[in-house]
């Protein structure tokens, strides 16, 4: 992940103490990405091309076996060692797989129809009779409206990610400065530092901005002691779409705080997704995004780990309970416990009757 240029030796003289000198050595190998789009390489200038370069061809609405790809290919070698060339997969079709993936568990009826057609496929694989299959799954609906309000339906397979945050006179962030953090630039981001230096701030603004609090203890400790208002805008993508949540924390005459919050689409068109009020805004995200503790438990590993642990859970009873959590197995017990009390009540009707 290292950067291609900077890299060098430092001539030092020890007598003197004087600054040392920077030699820098010129780098001729490395990866470089050749982006094609429609059949143009939409990069060209904004790269430096090595001398003996790896190049990743990274293909947009457009195959491999274009003649112009390999015009373009030509074109490079000609001036350039090339050690290796590598076709990474087409980008329209990754976010075609991120679009259909998350249109799987939008909300509990996608989960509750995927689990009706699951049953539909068991019964008739054991054969079971037209009339009677009929009625098992209009019971398996009846059973679905007495459940919906009792088990949390969460968004475990939904592709998003962070693209921006940026934030202002919140936790140890004082002062009028605006913090910006741009999570595009690369893959994986390390954040380091002494203790006490804000790390574990940044996590929390993402909280912030997502649920309204942290670390299950609201938001009263989130504006900086020293100010009066602050702010976090968290730009996200959700599957082919770009969110923007932009949440104040404001002091109020009687030493208290309140948050307010706007949601926007940005992308793939601009508009304003306010709720009715600042608590129906915060449910709309929470109906993107899932809930807190589901958000913590799949997005966030910090040292002490909430219930649901694979990493230090031994036994295999505790994998189970963790595996139910991720899959949202629970509603199975709900189904369970519904039908059996139907057949309780069934039971007792026909022993009053006979």
């Known amino acids: 992940g290292e950067k291609l240029e900077g890299h060098g030796f430092l001539i030092w003289d020890c007598k003197t ?10 780098n001729k190998w490395g990866f470089v990405d050749v982006i094609i789009k429609d059949k143009v390489w939409i990069n060209k200038k904004d790269i430096d091309m090595l001398e003996f370069p790896y190049i990743r061809v990274c293909l947009d609405n457009c195959g491999q076996d274009n003649i112009e790809i390999r015009q373009i290919l030509e074109e490079i070698q000609k001036d350039k060692q090339v050690q290796r060339i590598i076709y990474k997969p087409e980008r329209k079709m990754i976010r075609k797989v991120i679009e259909t993936t998350d249109k799987l568990y939008n909300n509990s009826n996608d989960q509750h129809n995927d689990l009706k057609e699951l049953l539909k496929h068991n019964l008739i694989q054991s054969k079971t009779s037209n009339d009677m299959l009929k009625i098992i799954l209009e019971l398996h609906d009846e059973y679905y409206k007495t459940i919906k309000n009792k088990v949390e339906f969460t968004h475990n397979n939904t592709l998003w990610r962070p693209l921006r945050i940026e934030f202002k006179k919140i936790f140890i962030y004082g002062g009028d400065k605006a913090n910006y953090i741009d999570f595009t630039n690369t893959g994986i981001y390390s954040i380091t530092a002494e203790n006490a230096n804000g790390k574990s701030s940044i996590k929390n603004a993402i909280l912030f901005a997502l649920f309204n609090k942290i670390d299950n203890h609201g938001f009263t400790d989130v504006l900086n002691n020293k100010s009066d208002e602050g702010y976090v805008k968290l730009e996200f993508q959700y599957g082919p ?8 924390i404001i002091r109020t005459t009687n030493s208290g705080v ?3 919050v706007d949601f926007f689409q940005l992308l793939p068109s601009k508009k304003c997704l306010n709720g009715d009020s600042e608590t129906h805004t915060s449910d709309l995200i ?7 503790d589901k958000f913590i438990q799949y997005n966030i590993l910090v040292n002490d780990l909430p219930k649901c642990d694979l990493i230090k859970s ?7 309970t963790c595996f139910r959590k991720v899959f949202n197995l629970d509603i199975t017990d709900e189904y369970y416990k519904v039908n059996k009390l139907r057949e309780t009540e069934l039971s007792d009707e026909i022993s009053r009757l006979t």
């Open 258 to 260: 309140k948050s307010v």
């Open 286 to 292: 929470k109906d993107m995004i899932g809930s807190y």
């Open 241 to 248: 779409n770009i969110f923007l949540i932009h949440r104040k």
């Open 17 to 26: 103490l004087k600054s040392p000198e920077q030699c820098l050595i010129n």
């Open 314 to 320: 031994y036994t295999k009873s505790n994998w189970i």
